[in-house]
C-alpha cells in the first residue's frame, strides 16, 4: 500500500454504498477486466470503505480524492439533462437488466456526443440501472388506491417518488434510502414508496411489511453512471482507451442489471416466506400515480428540447431498447 | 500497515507535546492522505470536506440535544436529588459516598446520552461531599470518571445511536439490549468499590446514617428522572418518533421539568444552558471530524484491508472474531474517543460480522445487537484507559487540582469491572439479547 | 481586539442558543404534527442539518476564545517542570495555527460547494449557504483566538491545559 496516488495506471476506486451491496460483484469484475484487456497498463483498486457521501460522489473525483465512482442521477440534475430520463417516473416495462443496457444505449446514442460532464472533470465509462422500485406497507392492507396512500403514515424517497407523492396532495416523510431504517425499525411509518424488495431487506427489515405492490412500469428506475477522473481518463494513450471502454458501458450495464435481478429474486423469494404478500397494482391506481407523475417527464423533455435533444425519441428508444431484449 | 503505524504514533506523539488533540488528529490526517494521494489539493478538499460533513450529519444532531437534555436536568436540580438519594441509601457503608455516585451516575445515564456530559456533571455534583468526607482524590476521581461511561451503556445512548446507523441495526432494540448490561456495570462498580475499601477503608470514609423516611423521600423525589425516561423510551418502542428525534423530545420534557422548578425563566439562563451544551458539543465534533480525516487516509493506505484479511485469516467463528475485534479496539480506544472507533472500525469489519452471524445459533440480526451491546463496553473501556481517556480529562478539567496519573490509577478497579462483564456478555449473551428478545413488538 | 471579540462572543452565543432551541423545538414540532395529524415537515431532516452545522462552528468559536479543546495533559506537569516555556509557546501556536487551519479547509470547502453547486435534495437549499456562514463563523474563531492569547474566555474550562489559569 504504498504511494498509489499519480502512477498513471492505478485507479482508486470509491464504492459508496459500502462493500455489502450487489454493485461491487459487477465493479470489482469489471476491474478485472480493465486489467487484463490493458495488459495491467491500468489496475483500478478498490476502496475498502466510502470516501465521500452520497450526493457528493462526483466532487470526490474533480477534487482528486479517488479517481473512479459511481454517482445516483437524482444527484446529477444540475449538471447535466441527458442521464435525468434514467429516473423520470414510469418509464420502464422490462427488468433491471433490459433497463440497465438499455439506459446506457439510449443515453449513448442521444448523449454522450453532449460531453456534459465535460465540466466535471469525469469521463462517463457506463451508466447503468437497478430493478425498479414499488410500494410496500406494514399495514393489513395493500397500498392500490390513493385514499390508501392517505389513510397511512408514508415514507418516499427523495427524488422521483417524493415528488410524485407531493404533486399528488399526499403527506409524507422522505429522505435518502440509507435514512429509511429509521422509520420503519419501530413503525413510525407504515407505508414505503420508492424502494426495491432489496431496499426492503437491507434498510427496513425483512419482516416490515406485509403487503408489496408492484405497477406495471416502476415508479422509478434507481440509475447511476460509472466514472473516471477526466485527466487520468485523458492521458492514457488511444488503443489503452479502446481497451478500456470495450469492456466498460453495456458490458458494465449488463452485468449490474443482472446481479441486480438475481438479488431481486432472492429477495422475493425471503420476502415471500417471511409472510409478505405481492399485489399488482390496480390500473386505476397506476393511471392515478402516472397522471401526478407527468409534470416530471414534460419537464425534463424541455429541459432536453434546451440542449437540442428530442426527449420523446429518447424515451421512445428506451422502451424500443427494453422490449428489444 | 507501515504507514498507519506511522500516523497512529505521531498522533501520540503530538498530542502528549500538549497539541490538542483535535489539531493533532488533522495535522496527521491530512498529512497521511497527501502522502498516499500524493496531492495536496486532494487533502485540501478531503479535510474541508470531512469536517463540514461532518458537523452537518443529521444522524448526529442527537449529540446536542441529549448533551442539553442532562444540562437541564442539572439546572433543574434534578442530579442534585439523585445524588441525594443515592447518599441516603448507601452513604453510611464504606466507600458509599462514592457507591452513592455510582447509582446517581446510573440515574443521569437514563435522560443522558453523552458518557463526557454524565462525567461533567456528576464531578459538579458528588466531589465536593467525597472532598468533605475526606475521600481520596484516585478513588473519587476514578469513580466519577468510570460512572460517566454508564452514560453510554443505560439508553438513552448517542454511540448506540451511531452503532445503529452505522450496521443498519435496530437502535430501539439496542436500547433495550441496554438495559441489562447497564444494570450489570453499574453492580460491578459498586462491587470494585465495596473490593478496593475493603483492602484499604481509607480511600472512603463512610458518611453519616440516614433514617428510613429520608430514604424514602428522597427516593422519591427522583421522579422526573423515570418519566423522562419513559418519555424518551417509550415514544421510541411505540413508534411516536425515531430514536434520534428522541433527543430533540427529552429535552423538551427536561425544559418543562426545568420550568415547573422556578429556571430557565430568564433569557440569559437559557443563553448559559444553550450555550454550555454547544460548547461541549463542538469539541466532541472538532475531534470527530479530524478522527474521520485520519481514518481517510487510513482507509487509503489500506490499513482497514489489511485488518480484516488479518482477522479473517484466521476464521475465528462467531464468537473469536468478535474477541478479536474487541483486542483492536481496546487498543484503538487507547487513542481513539468513541465515535472514532464506531465510524472508523466498526464499518470496516462488518461483512466479516455479517459473514458469520448465522454460525452463531443466534438470529443474525440480534447477533449484531449483541454485538453492538459488546464494542460499547469496549468504547467504555476506550473512554478511560491511558494515554487518552476522554472521560478522565473530563473529570481533571472539572476538578484541576487532582493529578491526572491518580484518576488513570483510580479507573483501574472499574477497568477490571468492565472486563468482567464483557467476559459475561461474550458467556451469556443471553445478558445483552434476552430482553429485547422476550418484548413483544408493535 | 478584547472589545471586539467580546461583542462576538455575546451575539455567538445568542446565535448558538437560537440554533439549538430552534433545533429542538422543530424536531418537536414535526414529531407531533406527523403523529397526531399526518403532516409531517417535508425536508425537516435537512432544516436539522443546516441548525447542527450553526451549532457545532458556534460553538467552536467560543471553544477557541476559551483554548478549550480537549487536551492531553498527562505529561503536562513533567513539562511545566522541565521546558514551561517552549510548552507553553506550542500549546498556544497550536491552538491558533489549528483554528486558522480549519478556518481555511472550511472556507475553501464552501467555494468548492459553490463551484459544485451542492444543495440538498429536498429542499434545495444550497449547501454554500451554510458553508458561508460556517467559514464566518471560523474567521471569528481565529480572532476569538488571537484574543485568548492576551486575555482567555473564562467558563467552560473542560479538557484545557491548565497551565495559565
Ligand atoms: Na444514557
Ligand atoms: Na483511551
Not at chain 2, 15 to 20: A, K, M, T
Request: with cysteine.
Amino acid at each position: 500500500s504504498a504511494n498509489t496516488g499519480h502512477a498513471a495506471e492505478n485507479w482508486v476506486c470509491n464504492v459508496f454504498t459500502g462493500p455489502k451491496h450487489f454493485v461491487n460483484k459487477g465493479l470489482k469484475a469489471w476491474g478485472k477486466d480493465v486489467a487484463k484487456a490493458t495488459n495491467g497498463a491500468v489496475k483500478p483498486r478498490f476502496l475498502p470503505a466510502n470516501a465521500a457521501p452520497p450526493p457528493k460522489q462526483i466532487d470526490g473525483i474533480a477534487a482528486g480524492t479517488y479517481d473512479c465512482a459511481f454517482i445516483f442521477h437524482a444527484f446529477t440534475a444540475k449538471r447535466a439533462v441527458g442521464p435525468g430520463f434514467g429516473i423520470l417516473p414510469f418509464i420502464n416495462k422490462g427488468t433491471g437488466t433490459q433497463g440497465s443496457v438499455a439506459f446506457w444505449e439510449t443515453w449513448n446514442k442521444h448523449f454522450a456526443g453532449k460531453n456534459e460532464f465535460a465540466d466535471d472533470n469525469v469521463h462517463v465509462l457506463a451508466q447503468f440501472q437497478f430493478p425498479g422500485v414499488h410500494f410496500f406497507t406494514a399495514q393489513d392492507k395493500p397500498i392500490n388506491s390513493v385514499e390508501d396512500l392517505k389513510s397511512q403514515k408514508l415514507w418516499a424517497l427523495a427524488g422521483t417518488s417524493s415528488r410524485t407523492m407531493k404533486a399528488m396532495g399526499i403527506n409524507h416523510v422522505s429522505g435518502p434510502a440509507a435514512r429509511m431504517a429509521e422509520f420503519t425499525q419501530t413503525k413510525v411509518v407504515q407505508g414505503l414508496i420508492g424502494t426495491t424488495r432489496a431496499g426492503i431487506i437491507n434498510f427496513a427489515g425483512i419482516t416490515f411489511p406485509k403487503h408489496g405492490t408492484f405497477t406495471s412500469r416502476s415508479i422509478m428506475m434507481p440509475s447511476f453512471q460509472w466514472m473516471v477522473n477526466k485527466q487520468k481518463w485523458d492521458a492514457l494513450p488511444g488503443n489503452v482507451k479502446q481497451q478500456i471502454t470495450s469492456v466498460s458501458g453495456a458490458k458494465i450495464a449488463k452485468r449490474i442489471g443482472k446481479d441486480g435481478d438475481d438479488f431481486e429474486v432472492i429477495a422475493e423469494k425471503r420476502l415471500a416466506k417471511a409472510g409478505m404478500k405481492a399485489h399488482k397494482a390496480d390500473p386505476a391506481f397506476e393511471a392515478a400515480l402516472q397522471k401526478a407523475a407527468s409534470k416530471q417527464v414534460e419537464a425534463w423533455i424541455a429541459r432536453a428540447a434546451k440542449i437540442g435533444v428530442d426527449g420523446k425519441a429518447v424515451l421512445a428508444d428506451y422502451d424500443k431498447a427494453v422490449a428489444g431484449m | 500497515m507501515f504507514e498507519s503505524l506511522v500516523g497512529f504514533a505521531a498522533i501520540l506523539g503530538l498530542s502528549f507535546l500538549g497539541i490538542p488533540l483535535a489539531f493533532a488528529t488533522l495535522a496527521v490526517g491530512f498529512v497521511g492522505f497527501w502522502y498516499i494521494r500524493g496531492d495536496i489539493n486532494g487533502a485540501i478538499i478531503l479535510s474541508g470536506q470531512e469536517i463540514f460533513d461532518f458537523a452537518t450529519l443529521f444522524g448526529l444532531s442527537v449529540i446536542p440535544l441529549f448533551i442539553l437534555m442532562g444540562t437541564l436536568i442539572q439546572r433543574a436540580n434534578i442530579s442534585d436529588e439523585l445524588y441525594e438519594a443515592g447518599y441516603a441509601w448507601v452513604g453510611k457503608y464504606r466507600g458509599g459516598l462514592a457507591m452513592a455516585t455510582v447509582l446517581s451516575c446510573a440515574g443521569f445515564s437514563a435522560v443522558s446520552g453523552s458518557s463526557l456530559a454524565t462525567a461533567a456533571t456528576m464531578s459538579r455534583v458528588a466531589m465536593p461531599p467525597m472532598r468533605k468526607y475526606k475521600y481520596m482524590d484516585s478513588l473519587a476521581s476514578g469513580t466519577l470518571a468510570a460512572g460517566g461511561t454508564l452514560g453510554i451503556m443505560i439508553p438513552p445512548s448517542v454511540p448506540m445511536i451511531i452503532y445503529g446507523i452505522v450496521t443498519e441495526t435496530n437502535i430501539g432494540t439496542l436500547f433495550i439490549a441496554g438495559v441489562v448490561p447497564g444494570i450489570l456495570l453499574t453492580l460491578s462498580y459498586l462491587a470494585a468499590i465495596y473490593v478496593r475499601v475493603s483492602f484499604n477503608p481509607e480511600l472512603g470514609p463512610p458518611g453519616e446514617a440516614v433514617d428510613w423516611a429520608e430514604k424514602r423521600r428522597t427516593l422519591g423525589k427522583t421522579w422526573p428522572i423515570i418519566v423522562l425516561f419513559g418519555l424518551v423510551l417509550g415514544g421510541i418502542y411505540l413508534g411516536v418518533f425515531t430514536p434520534t428525534e428522541a433527543g430533540a423530545v427529552g429535552c423538551v420534557g427536561a425544559f418543562i421539568f426545568a420550568l415547573s422548578r422556578g429556571r430557565m425563566w430568564s433569557i440569559k439562563e437559557n443563553i448559559e444552558v444553550f450555550s454550555d451544551a454547544v460548547i461541549v458539543s463542538a469539541r466532541i465534533f472538532i475531534i470527530g471530524g479530524a478522527a474521520l480525516i485520519f481514518g481517510q487516509f487510513l482507509n487509503f493506505a489500506g490499513l482497514s484491508s489489511e485488518l480484516v484479511d488479518f482477522t479473517d485469516s484466521f476464521e475465528l467463528g462467531p464468537w473469536g472474531l468478535p474477541l478479536m475485534i474487541c483486542a483492536i479496539c481496546v487498543i484503538l480506544g487507547m487513542i481513539f474517543e468513541s465515535i472514532g472507533i464506531l465510524l472508523l472500525i466498526i464499518p470496516v469489519f462488518l461483512p466479516s460480522l455479517e459473514g458469520v452471524a448465522e454460525l452463531s445459533g443466534l438470529d443474525p440480526d440480534m447477533y449484531l445487537i449483541w454485538f453492538g451491546i459488546v464494542v460499547i463496553i469496549v468504547v467504555e473501556l476506550g473512554l478511560i484507559t491511558p494515554p487518552i481517556g476522554i472521560n478522565v480529562f473530563t473529570v481533571k478539567s472539572v476538578i484541576p487540582d487532582v493529578d491526572l496519573s491518580k484518576i488513570f490509577v483510580g479507573v483501574i478497579p472499574f477497568v477490571i469491572a468492565d472486563l468482567v462483564i464483557l467476559g459475561l456478555i461474550f458467556l451469556i449473551p443471553a445478558l445483552a439479547i434476552g430482553l429485547p428478545s422476550i418484548m413483544p413488538s408493535f | 481586539m478584547v472589545g471586539l471579540t467580546d461583542i462576538i462572543h455575546k451575539y455567538v452565543k445568542w446565535l448558538a442558543t437560537i440554533a439549538l432551541a430552534t433545533m429542538m423545538i422543530l424536531t418537536f414540532v414535526d414529531v407531533n404534527l406527523r403523529y397526531w395529524i399526518g403532516e409531517p415537515i417535508l425536508g425537516s431532516n435537512e432544516m436539522t442539518e443546516f441548525l447542527l452545522g450553526t451549532v457545532v462552528f458556534c460553538g467552536l468559536v467560543i471553544v477557541s476564545g476559551e483554548r478549550s479543546h480537549i487536551v492531553v495533559t498527562l505529561l503536562e506537569p513533567f513539562f511545566l517542570r522541565t521546558i514551561p516555556g517552549f510548552y507553553k509557546f506550542l500549546s498556544l501556536s497550536t491552538n491558533l495555527l489549528g483554528i486558522i487551519a480549519v478556518a481555511y479547509l472550511i472556507t475553501n470547502y464552501t467555494f468548492f460547494m459553490y463551484e459544485q453547486g451542492n444543495d440538498t435534495e429536498i429542499r434545495h437549499w444550497n449547501w454554500w449557504w451554510l458553508g458561508s456562514l460556517a467559514s464566518v463563523l471560523c474567521f471569528f474563531a481565529v480572532l476569538m483566538c488571537i484574543r485568548s492569547l492576551k486575555k482567555k474566555l473564562l467558563g467552560h474550562g473542560e479538557g484545557a491545559s491548565k497551565f495559565d489559569e
